[in-house]
């Protein structure tokens, strides 16, 4: 049984930082893109940032230039970076990850809290 398991969440200032980790766990044969997924209250999921297997990214137009996709392969865990926070980025953060298992599969995360307030 394969587990996405989020951690870095939590209250910080207009203009801070926050950097969110994400490992995954399990029979794990490779995984293919990771990524990271945001949800505000009343709106629709959104891709925040992605990275393949090679590390090739791509990003949100609202966080480029503030925000830093990365990952340890060796560790099967994806980062993200977070600086100069708005309180618009405030959202449930979901990690997902296209791992190859027993077949190819999407699996997500439980989702960790970022938010951004005076």
């Known amino acids: 049984q394969v587990q996405l398991v989020e951690s870095g969440g939590g209250l910080v200032q207009p203009g801070g930082s926050l950097r969110l980790s994400c490992a995954a766990s399990?029979?794990?044969?490779?995984?293919?893109?990771m990524g990271w997924y945001r949800q505000a209250p009343g709106k629709a999921r959104e891709l925040v940032a992605a990275?393949?297997?090679?590390?090739?990214?791509n990003y949100a137009d609202s966080v480029k230039g503030r925000f830093t996709i990365s990952r340890d392969n060796a560790k099967n865990t994806v980062y993200l970076q977070m600086n100069s926070l708005k309180p618009e980025d405030t959202a449930v953060y979901y990690c997902?990850?296209?791992?190859?298992?027993?077949?190819?599969?999407?699996?997500w995360g439980q989702g960790t809290q970022v938010t951004v307030s005076s």
């Open positions: 990275i393949t297997s090679v590390g090739s990214t």
């Open positions: 399990g029979s794990i044969f490779s995984i293919y893109a």
């Open positions: 997902s990850a296209l791992i190859v298992d027993e077949g190819e599969n999407d699996y």
